[in-house]
C-alpha cells in the first residue's frame, strides 16, 4: 500500500513539474484617475485618461493539472493621466512597482490553443511620479494620495497558442482597480486600469 501511495506521488509529483512555467508579459495601460476630496469642490475639474507600459515577469504553477493554476510576478506599472480645469491643465505621470496574484481558470484548450479567464490582486507602491500644472512640475512621492500601498484587485482574458514543445505566446486583457487603503487625508485617489498585454511563456522541467 505505501508503495503504491509512493508511486501515486511520484507521478503527481512529475506531473506538476512538467507544467510549472516562467513568463513574461508587456503591454499598454490605460488609465482613468478618479480624485475624491472632502474639503475642496472639483466640479469644475476634469480628467481624461492617460496611457502608459507595463511589464511584468513572473512564476505558474498548477493548482489542477488541466484546468486551473496559480501564477505569481514582480510587475512595474505606468499610470498616467491629463486633465484640466477652468483655468489650469494638468498631467500626471507616476510609475509603480508591485507584485500580483492570479488564480486562472482554462475553459477552452486544444492542445495548440487555449483560452483562460482569471482574477487575482496586486499591491504596489510609488517609484516615480511628477505632475506638471501649466509650466510647474511637482514631485508626487511625498504627496499622500499617490503614496503608500496600493490594493488592485483584476478579472482578465488570456488567449496562449503553443509555438514549440515548451514555449507559448499569449495576447491578454485586464481590468483592475488600484485603491490606496492607508491614505488617511481628505484627498482620495484611485486608478481604473485596462490592460493589454502580449506574452513569451516557458515551460520548466
Known amino acids: 500500500m505505501k508503495k503504491i501511495l509512493l508511486l501515486v506521488l511520484v507521478i503527481l509529483t512529475f506531473q506538476t513539474i512538467r507544467s510549472q512555467e516562467i513568463y513574461f508579459v508587456a503591454g499598454k495601460n490605460y488609465t ?11 466640479s469644475n475639474f476634469k480628467l481624461q485618461s492617460g496611457n502608459g507600459n507595463f511589464y511584468e ?16 510576478g514582480l510587475c512595474f506599472n505606468e499610470f498616467n493621466a491629463v486633465g ?3 483655468t489650469n491643465s ?13 488564480v486562472n481558470f482554462t475553459f477552452f484548450n486544444n492542445n ?10 496586486g499591491v504596489s507602491t510609488i517609484i516615480y511620479g511628477k505632475q506638471k500644472i501649466n509650466d510647474t ?6 504627496q499622500k ?4 500601498i496600493f490594493v488592485q484587485p483584476l ?20 481590468f483592475s482597480k488600484s485603491v490606496n487603503f492607508f491614505n488617511n487625508t481628505d484627498e482620495h485617489l484611485s486608478f481604473n486600469n485596462n490592460q493589454f498585454q502580449f506574452g513569451i511563456h516557458f515551460i520548466t522541467n
Open 32 to 42: 482613468k484617475y478618479s480624485f475624491s476630496d472632502s474639503s475642496k469642490n472639483n
Open 57 to 72: 515577469i513572473g512564476y505558474t504553477m498548477p493548482i489542477n493539472y488541466r484546468t486551473l493554476n496559480y501564477s505569481f
Open 84 to 86: 484640466n480645469s477652468l
Open 90 to 102: 494638468y498631467s500626471w505621470n507616476t510609475d509603480y512597482l508591485g507584485l500580483t496574484n492570479a
Open 112 to 121: 495548440n490553443f487555449d483560452i483562460s479567464v482569471k482574477g487575482g490582486f
Open 137 to 142: 512640475y511637482l514631485d508626487l512621492i511625498s
Open 145 to 148: 494620495e499617490f503614496s503608500g
Open 155 to 174: 478579472v482578465g482574458l488570456q488567449a496562449k497558442y503553443n509555438i514549440s514543445n515548451d514555449n507559448y505566446l499569449s495576447f491578454g486583457y485586464n
